[in-house]
């Protein structure tokens, strides 16, 4: 059996993640075989997983990180949100159910035996699993049925580190105040704490490192300086959408709508780093620029009100400018399904029951159906001849004179969908622009000159880095000496 610790927050987006990722990464260089798992995440950033089920985005990155196929045991609980007060929720990688806020509260304690159950099932393979909490323990509102934090830690006998970040500022007074809203039971779970995204010289914290230490009653085991490759890495979810900007400085301008229910927006990572090019998120409130050479649409966990949202920002009137003007469009899943004719979801799977027209711009109808498509997916792009890859995670079935002319070829079927001006196509392919031959051709229609960016080469040295970086910044074997062992 594996030893097992937990990384727990002072809040959310404190880098919880990109730490779990970092240490994977290291401790597999060490020669352990290292799982990631957390037992609840709320993001729609979801992927496909070796075993047919689909869990968190940044779990699948933690485990590349780890050198092991993503599990849909590393992320047994997966709620991804459809409205404002409700989530579609996914039990180890199936769909269970959707349900509203209160609902969920008042039934999650039932979804803490399947999280021990795959968290057993990981340490029975493992040497060392690195827990990821959510939020923050300090929300002690929450704490009856919690399995996302301190509910979890003892329920499984995992013991935590606490992480804040500095940047923020206040950090001392997160990490004590956190101590000083938990139970003793609970707060005795924390064995050490962490102060991460330090801007500067780190030995300038030498006296908050102390403070903290008599303030908490434990051992600070690092401080880690800002890691700027981070940008290189997927976003866990979409609070990094709020204060992004644009990316690059190329030439050739892309835009993507920020839209209300955004899914798997790490599709576009690769643009980010194209020198080419410069990515721009549109936010709410913003028009489309007149500028730009590619207007994407991406995916969405709730079509139908996305499209709502769209409209409302005036974007399909913008889209439709953009087309006139000879600018070209691409959508992305749930943004394939609006650039159709229609979108029909009978049975309200993502919403209450109806149908909404859609954006016209390719001959094409969606009908949202119960089954959902999971799958890893390899094929060909129809319009240059080069192979992609990438993966399909939807509901619904597209059909319509516009799938003649399909996107690309999967095998002996067709995916997606292009206009006969060839400037507007819709694919069900999450991921296919990390392909870099794919997406140099693909950008070399627009205007983008060919570059040399190797993505996936990218990542894992972003991975490497994130290692090291780590190495020289906390004391891994202290770090490893806390973790505990996990019994059967």
């Given at each position: 059996m594996a030893r097992a610790i937990m990384l727990q927050g002072t809040g959310s987006d404190v880098g919880k993640s990109l730490l779990a990722a970092g240490l994977a990464r290291a401790f597999a260089d060490r020669g352990l075989k290292v799982s990631p798992f957390k037992p609840q995440n709320m993001s729609n950033n979801a992927a496909v997983t070796a075993d047919g089920g689909e869990i968190g985005r940044a779990q699948a990155l933690q485990a590349?990180?780890?050198?092991?196929?993503?599990?849909?045991?590393?992320?047994?609980?997966?709620?991804?949100?459809?409205?404002?007060?409700?989530?579609?929720?996914i039990v180890q990688g199936r769909r269970h159910a959707s349900m509203g806020a209160r609902q969920y509260f008042r039934a999650r304690a039932q979804f803490l035996a399947p999280a021990l159950d795959s968290f057993r099932c990981l340490a029975r393979e493992a040497d060392l699993v690195i827990v990821e909490g959510a939020g923050s323990p300090a929300e002690?509102?929450?704490?009856?049925?919690?399995?996302?934090?301190?509910?979890?830690?003892?329920?499984?006998?995992?013991?935590?580190?606490?992480?804040?970040?500095?940047?923020?500022?206040?950090?001392?007074?997160?990490?004590?105040?956190?101590?000083?809203?938990?139970?003793?039971?609970?707060?005795?779970?924390?064995?050490?704490?962490?102060?991460?995204?330090?801007?500067?010289?780190?030995?300038?914290?030498?006296?908050?490192?102390?403070i903290i230490e008599a303030k908490t009653g434990v051992p600070c085991l690092g401080v880690v300086p800002h890691y700027p490759a981070a940008r290189r890495l997927p976003a866990e979810d979409a609070v990094a959408l709020e204060r992004a900007g644009a990316s690059g400085t190329?030439?050739?301008?892309?835009?993507?709508?920020?839209?209300s229910r955004i899914a798997n927006f790490d599709d576009l990572d690769p643009l980010k780093l194209e020198p080419g090019v410069t990515l721009t998120f549109v936010q709410?409130?913003?028009?489309?620029?007149?500028?730009?050479?590619?207007?994407?649409?991406?995916?969405?966990?709730?079509?139908?009100?996305?499209?709502?949202?769209?409209?409302?920002?005036?974007?399909?009137?913008d889209l439709?400018?953009?087309?006139?003007?000879?600018?070209?469009?691409?959508?992305?899943?749930?943004?394939?399904?609006m650039l159709g004719r229609a979108v029909h979801d009978p049975q309200g799977y993502e919403g209450p029951p109806g149908s909404a027209a859609g954006l016209g711009l390719l001959d094409v109808e969606t009908t949202l159906t119960g089954d959902k498509t999971l799958t890893a997916v390899a094929g060909t792009h129809s319009a240059t001849g080069q192979p992609l890859t990438g993966y399909e995670i939807h509901l619904g079935r597209t059909t319509g004179a516009g799938t003649a002319r399909p996107f690309a070829r999967i095998g002996d079927r067709a995916d997606g969908a292009v206009s006969a001006s060839g400037r507007v196509a819709g694919t069900y392919l999450h991921g296919c622009l990390a392909s870099d031959g794919f997406r140099r051709a693909f950008l070399g229609a627009i205007g983008v000159a060919p570059g040399h960016l190797a993505f996936e080469a990218e990542v894992e040295a972003a991975l490497d880095g994130l290692a090291a970086h780590l190495e020289a910044a906390i004391d891994l074997d202290r770090f490893l000496n806390l973790a505990a062992q996990i019994s059967d």
């Open positions: 590349r990180a780890a050198r092991i196929a993503p599990s849909v045991h590393m992320n047994p609980v997966l709620l991804k949100p459809e409205t404002a007060t409700g989530a579609q929720v002690v509102n929450l704490r009856q049925g919690d399995l996302a934090n301190m509910g979890f830690a003892q329920a499984a006998g995992v013991p935590a580190v606490l992480v804040g970040d500095i940047h923020r500022g206040g950090v001392i007074a997160a990490l004590a105040g956190t101590f000083a809203v938990l139970d003793q039971t609970d707060a005795a779970m924390i064995r050490a704490t962490l102060v991460n995204n330090f801007h500067g010289d780190p030995s300038l914290f030498e006296d908050g490192v102390r190329g030439p050739v301008r892309i835009c993507a709508l920020r839209l709410p409130g913003e028009a489309i620029p007149g500028d730009a050479a590619l207007v994407i649409v991406p995916g969405s966990k709730t079509t139908i009100a996305d499209l709502a949202f769209l409209r409302g920002e005036g974007w399909d009137i439709a400018a953009h087309v006139r003007r000879g600018g070209h469009v691409l959508g992305l899943c749930g943004g394939y399904q």
